[in-house]
């Protein structure tokens, strides 16, 4: 498959990406425009070595596509990790395919922007050596009321839009099976989910109504729920906190990746830390209601994860 290829069929795929400020169709390099570089904090040389950072690497750069992932390098990440002492760079992108190749040519040193089917798929098709490290916050995707407004509304014959690219059809196709609207069958894989895998649809005989995933906020009212990506749902004023039902599995939280070669490094142990520290936590709980927060937080026991959660070190076995 072709680079373009994946950034076509895949670029909507990030229903969790959660960016809250962009629209979620990704662009190739062609038409892409240059990702933007912020000013870096300038430190002295002297309370660099004098603080408890990676004497190896007192610079990180950062890559995420642009909004709500940017946002928490700018307002919570980078002044922590200065205050340890590290000089700290963001570069936002504006699509989805350059972060991971700009990581693995070393222009990067950590990217934050997608989810692990589209980096496991990206870097198998780029021959990539990148592996995730740590789980970020992430809107989630969700059915929201159109003409009916709870779930208790569900009848025969109702209408339900979804996203029309195969990621983000399968995950809807799962959450129908999940709140047995319909039944799919058994043994499949959930991350490829298609029309052909629904074994019964005969308990609601439901209209699926397939449609550019940027289209489901503005066309609610021409069905009877409407399952959408949380980037697009906050994009048009909607409150994550609005959604009837949320996908309950952690295969589209998204990831932090790195390079092998960098797993186990002091500087990846200190990002990660940085994110996972409770000043970060409190941030993205007061920021970022409605959203799916890392397994490792604790604050989804409600669900049952479905995928992989395992920290750096052994992330490039799964």
Same mark, same amino acid.
């Given at each position: ?20 400020? #962009? ?29 408890? =950072?990676? *004497? ?116 809807? #196709? ?15 894989? *959930? ?14 005989? =439901?209209? =699926? ?7 489901? *906020? ?9 399952? =959408? ?27 932090? %990746?790195?390079?092998? %070669? ?31 927060? *890392? ?8 669900? %049952? ?14």
């Amino acid at each position: 498959m072709k680079l373009t290829d994946i950034s076509r069929q895949l670029a909507t795929a990030f229903a969790a990406v959660g960016v809250s400020s #962009l629209v979620l169709v990704g662009c190739n390099n062609s038409s892409a425009p240059e990702a933007t570089k912020e000013p870096v904090t300038e430190g002295s040389t002297a309370e660099a070595a004098a603080s408890d =950072i990676d *004497p190896d690497h007192s610079k990180i750069i950062i890559g995420t596509t642009e909004g709500d992932f940017a946002d928490m390098v700018r307002n919570q990440v980078k002044n922590s990790l200065e205050a340890q002492g590290y000089e700290v760079e963001l570069i936002a992108f504006t699509d989805y395919v350059r972060p991971n190749l700009a990581l693995a040519e070393g222009d990067l040193d950590i990217n934050i922007f997608q989810h692990k089917p589209y980096l496991d798929t990206f870097k198998k098709e780029n021959n990539l050596d990148l592996v995730e490290a740590f789980q970020v916050p992430t809107a989630p995707l969700g059915i929201y009321s159109g003409k009916k407004s709870t779930l208790d509304d569900v009848h025969k014959g109702m209408s339900v839009s979804a996203p029309n690219d195969p990621s983000n059809f399968a995950r809807a #196709l799962v959450m129908m099976d999940d709140l047995g609207w319909i039944t799919l069958k058994d043994n499949i894989d *959930p991350l490829n989910a298609s029309k052909t895998d629904i074994a019964d649809n005969s308990k609601y005989d =439901i209209k =699926i109504v397939e449609l550019e995933a940027a289209q489901l *906020p503005r066309a609610r009212d021409e069905v009877d729920f409407a399952i =959408i990506n949380g980037n697009y749902a906050t994009d048009a004023g909607i409150k994550l906190t609005e959604a009837l039902f949320q996908e309950p599995s952690f295969a589209y939280v998204n990831w932090s %990746a790195v390079k092998s %070669a960098d797993v186990g490094k002091k500087w990846v142990e200190d990002v990660t830390n940085a994110y996972n520290s409770d000043d970060f936590k409190k941030y993205a709980h007061d920021t970022f209601p409605g959203y799916k927060y *890392p397994k490792i937080w604790g604050n989804n026991t409600d669900t %049952a994860p479905t995928t992989d959660t395992a920290p750096v070190a052994e992330a490039a076995t799964q």
